[in-house]
Nanobody
Framework: QVQLVESGGGLVQPGGSLRLSCVGS????????MGWYRQAPGKQRELVAT???????NYADFVKGRFTISRDNGKNTVYLQMNSLTPEDTAVYLC???????????WGQGTQVTVSS
């Protein structure tokens, strides 16, 4: 059993920043790929960023230069630092863990990010 719990969402003004966290627990040994997705109302879920052990990071074009994904294996946590937020970034952000061959596999419940003045 794997549990992923996101936190760090909230309301922020355009141009502001947030840092999301996703803590994993349970049978999480060996998960090499972690990532963040987002889903806005009425839109499909889209990949934001991934981080893969021994490979590196990957970002969607719409967040390059603004968002940074990182992980702390000792804390079983993956982070998403979001800067220069715009209203178009408003969505539920979900983390996912898995392997290179099976991703996404497990999902968190999501955390709401709202960018509004």
């Amino acid at each position: 059993q794997v549990q992923l719990v996101e936190s760090g969402g909230g309301l922020v003004q355009p141009g502001g920043s947030l840092r999301l966290s996703c803590v994993g627990s349970g049978s999480i040994f060996g998960f090499s790929r972690m990532g963040w997705y987002r889903q806005a109302p009425g839109k499909q879920r889209e990949l934001v960023a991934t981080i893969t052990s021994g490979v590196g990071t990957n970002y969607a074009d719409f967040v390059k230069g603004r968002f940074t994904i990182s992980r702390d294996n000792g804390k079983n946590t993956v982070y998403l630092q979001m800067n220069s937020l715009t209203p178009e970034d408003t969505a539920v952000y979900l983390c996912s863990w898995g392997s290179i061959s099976y991703f996404p596999r497990y999902w968190g419940q999501g955390t709401q990010v709202t960018v509004s003045s």
